[in-house]
């Protein structure tokens, strides 16, 4: 499958210049990505903007007590073609200059962050509707990954990018043998079997959820540059979402085709919400204004929209006990989870044996066969030790160790249990003739670091795939030197055998 990424940091460094320089004739994608900068690279821009020189770098250390905070917040403005360094100069990329002064003081091309309907919506929302329709999209989702019904399930678009990017198997062969392309068409087709989540898949689900659209978002322009869509004008759109405000419809007649086209597919995961297909307006949806805020993300059961408006200005702390605190588990490896969220349940049910419901709580144990039945889909003990700790009730967060010791190692140990037998492919060499050319091959490969197991009572040696090559080459030169020898023999045996006729012929 192809390599899942998770930042858009990560991403972004990846790109070519010229593909910057584009990027940076907008001035919503400059604010965007100046959003993202940590607070010393946003400092950095913001000193140096009108500054109309190029700026020595021995001058740029004077601003900074530590010269380690200075050059890792430069690596980072050079890996996004911000600042450039020459000849001990700091310079800022005149593009860039020149479109985030333009998003300052007003200028330049007021389209890039969208362009507001001058007519009133007949079907106006509002942000609680918009709350709801993201939330019931995105929950479809997350829904489908973790195997529950709640809700429609997801459509084509959505399958193939799970596919494509390895967060659910399934079907016929697991797809172990099918190349990406032919896995995301198997699992769009009907009768492909029950998908399953795979450990990627579950440290998906581990993620908030900016960090979950930004993964969809990341996967999605991979599968652009597949489809030969223009790459910049669909990371153009990205950022220009996260730059529109909630609750506002906007135009969409000065959209691209390329982005008309990724308008469709970015309803299906309840990034943006329009009324019917074709319609001339849309609106950005709460998972589209957060992409570049750095604010949290806060979606719940869509039964209660209204939970959702409020979280956003919720505190941080309270965000974090609402949310994550929920989880209550004991010595004796009973579980206590203060939620009625579906989803929340779904997750718990693939590691935990749940044993009650209540309307505000459900309770379960950790028991050897559902910690088994996880980590048979690919989940590991860390990943189910990391959510427990993220999502501990409030009360426990009060305890060092947060996780009780004697359930943590359990947990460690069944993995242990599970992992106790590895298969690994190889080679057996066997039938040695001589146990002098058993020891020497087995020197040989125990010098390559090949073996893999060897029993010398039955001259038996099992080699790695990988060292099959060297050994059995070395095994051959054995061969050939046996045979060698072996003709050597025969030859002098029969040199003496016609001594002995010719000195028998003599005497006679």
């Given at each position: 499958?192809?390599?899942?990424?998770?930042?858009?940091?990560?991403?972004?460094?990846?790109?070519?210049?010229?593909?910057?320089?584009?990027?940076?004739?907008?001035?919503?994608?400059?604010?965007?990505?100046?959003?993202?900068?940590?607070?010393?690279?946003?400092?950095?821009?913001?000193?140096?903007?009108?500054?109309?020189?190029?700026?020595?770098?021995?001058?740029?250390?004077?601003?900074?007590?530590?010269?380690?905070?200075?050059?890792?917040?430069?690596?980072?403005?050079?890996?996004?073609?911000?600042?450039?360094?020459?000849?001990?100069?700091?310079?800022?990329?005149?593009?860039?200059?020149?479109?985030?002064?333009?998003?300052?003081?007003?200028?330049?091309?007021?389209?890039?962050?969208?362009?507001?309907?001058?007519?009133?919506?007949?079907?106006?929302?509002?942000?609680?509707?918009?709350?709801?329709?993201?939330?019931?999209?995105?929950?479809?989702?997350?829904?489908?990954?973790?195997?529950?019904?709640?809700?429609?399930?997801?459509?084509?678009?959505?399958?193939?990018?799970?596919?494509?990017?390895?967060?659910?198997?399934?079907?016929?062969?697991?797809?172990?043998?099918?190349?990406?392309?032919?896995?995301?068409?198997?699992?769009?087709?009907?009768?492909?079997?029950?998908?399953?989540?795979?450990?990627?898949?579950?440290?998906?689900?581990?993620?908030?959820?900016?960090?979950?659209?930004?993964?969809?978002?990341?996967?999605?322009?991979?599968?652009?540059?597949?489809?030969?869509?223009?790459?910049?004008?669909?990371?153009?759109?990205?950022?220009?979402?996260?730059?529109?405000?909630?609750?506002?419809?906007?135009?969409?007649?000065?959209?691209?085709?390329?982005?008309?086209?990724?308008?469709?597919?970015?309803?299906?995961?309840?990034?943006?919400?329009?009324?019917?297909?074709?319609?001339?307006?849309?609106?950005?949806?709460?998972?589209?204004?957060?992409?570049?805020?750095?604010?949290?993300?806060?979606?719940?059961?869509?039964?209660?929209?209204?939970?959702?408006?409020?979280?956003?200005?919720?505190?941080?702390?309270?965000?974090?006990?609402?949310?994550?605190?929920?989880?209550?588990?004991?010595?004796?490896?009973?579980?206590?989870?203060?939620?009625?969220?579906?989803?929340?349940?779904?997750?718990?049910?693939?590691?935990?044996?749940?044993?009650?419901?209540?309307?505000?709580?459900?309770?379960?144990v950790v028991t050897r066969d559902s910690i088994r039945r996880a980590l048979s889909k690919g989940i590991t003990a860390d990943q189910i030790i990391t959510y427990l700790t993220a999502h501990a009730h409030a009360q426990m967060r009060k305890h060092s160790p947060i996780l009780p010791l004697t359930v943590v190692d359990q947990i460690r140990l069944w993995e242990i249990e599970k992992n106790r037998l590895r298969p690994s492919p190889g080679w057996l060499y066997s039938q040695f003739n001589r146990q002098l050319d058993f020891e020497s091959t087995l020197q040989y490969a125990s010098e390559l670091g090949v073996v893999l197991w060897?029993?010398?009572?039955?001259?038996?040696?099992?080699?790695?795939?990988?060292?099959?090559?060297?050994?059995?080459?070395?095994?051959?030169?054995?061969?050939?030197?046996?045979?060698?020898?072996?003709?050597?023999?025969?030859?002098?045996?029969?040199?003496?055998?016609?001594?002995?006729?010719?000195?028998?012929?003599?005497?006679?």
């Amino acid at each position: 499958m192809s390599n899942f990424q998770t930042s858009i940091h990560e991403y972004l460094e990846t790109l070519p210049l010229q593909t910057f320089n584009r990027l940076y004739q907008k001035p919503a994608t400059c604010l965007a990505i100046f959003r993202l900068l940590p607070p010393l690279g946003k400092q950095i821009i913001m000193s140096s903007l009108y500054v109309d020189r190029p700026i020595p770098v021995a001058d740029m250390k004077l601003w900074f007590k530590e010269d380690g905070a200075l050059t890792e917040a430069m690596q980072r403005l050079r890996a996004l073609n911000i600042f450039s360094e020459d000849q001990g100069y700091y310079t800022m990329n005149a593009t860039f200059l020149e479109q985030f002064r333009n998003v300052l003081t007003g200028g330049g091309n007021s389209q890039s962050f969208g362009l507001a309907t001058s007519t009133p919506d007949k079907h106006h929302v509002d942000i609680a509707f918009l709350d709801d329709y993201a939330t019931k999209q995105w929950e479809a989702i997350l829904h489908f990954m973790v195997g529950t019904t709640e809700g429609r399930p997801p459509c084509k678009g959505v399958l193939n990018l799970l596919g494509r990017s390895g967060l659910m198997t399934g079907g016929p062969g697991d797809g172990e043998n099918m190349d990406v392309r032919e896995f995301a068409n198997q699992m769009a087709r009907d009768d492909f079997g029950v998908p399953k989540i795979t450990h990627k898949g579950f440290q998906f689900l581990l993620q908030d959820i900016n960090t979950q659209v930004w993964a969809f978002l990341l996967q999605y322009l991979n599968m652009a540059e597949s489809l030969n869509m223009d790459l910049v004008e669909v990371l153009t759109f990205f950022f220009q979402l996260g730059s529109l405000e909630l609750g506002n419809d906007y135009s969409s007649e000065t959209l691209t085709p390329t982005q008309t086209h990724l308008l469709e597919d970015l309803k299906a995961y309840g990034i943006v919400y329009q009324r019917k297909r074709g319609s001339r307006r849309y609106y950005p949806t709460r998972l589209a204004t957060t992409l570049t805020s750095g604010t949290p993300v806060m979606l719940g059961s869509h039964t209660n929209a209204t939970k959702i408006a409020a979280a956003a200005v919720r505190k941080a702390d309270d965000e974090e006990e609402d949310d994550h605190g929920f989880i209550v588990l004991e010595t004796n490896y009973r579980m206590y989870a203060y939620t009625d969220s579906p989803l929340q349940i779904a997750v718990l049910n693939l590691f935990v044996h749940l044993r009650d419901r209540f309307p505000n709580m459900v309770t379960g144990v950790v028991t050897r066969d559902s910690i088994r039945r996880a980590l048979s889909k690919g989940i590991t003990a860390d990943q189910i030790i990391t959510y427990l700790t993220a999502h501990a009730h409030a009360q426990m967060r009060k305890h060092s160790p947060i996780l009780p010791l004697t359930v943590v190692d359990q947990i460690r140990l069944w993995e242990i249990e599970k992992n106790r037998l590895r298969p690994s492919p190889g080679w057996l060499y066997s039938q040695f003739n001589r146990q002098l050319d058993f020891e020497s091959t087995l020197q040989y490969a125990s010098e390559l670091g090949v073996v893999l197991w060897s029993n010398q009572k039955r001259r038996l040696l099992c080699i790695t795939a990988d060292g099959h090559q060297a050994v059995g080459a070395y095994v051959r030169k054995l061969i050939l030197r046996h045979k060698e020898q072996q003709a050597q023999q025969q030859h002098q045996a029969q040199q003496q055998q016609q001594q002995h006729h010719q000195m028998a012929s003599v005497v006679s």
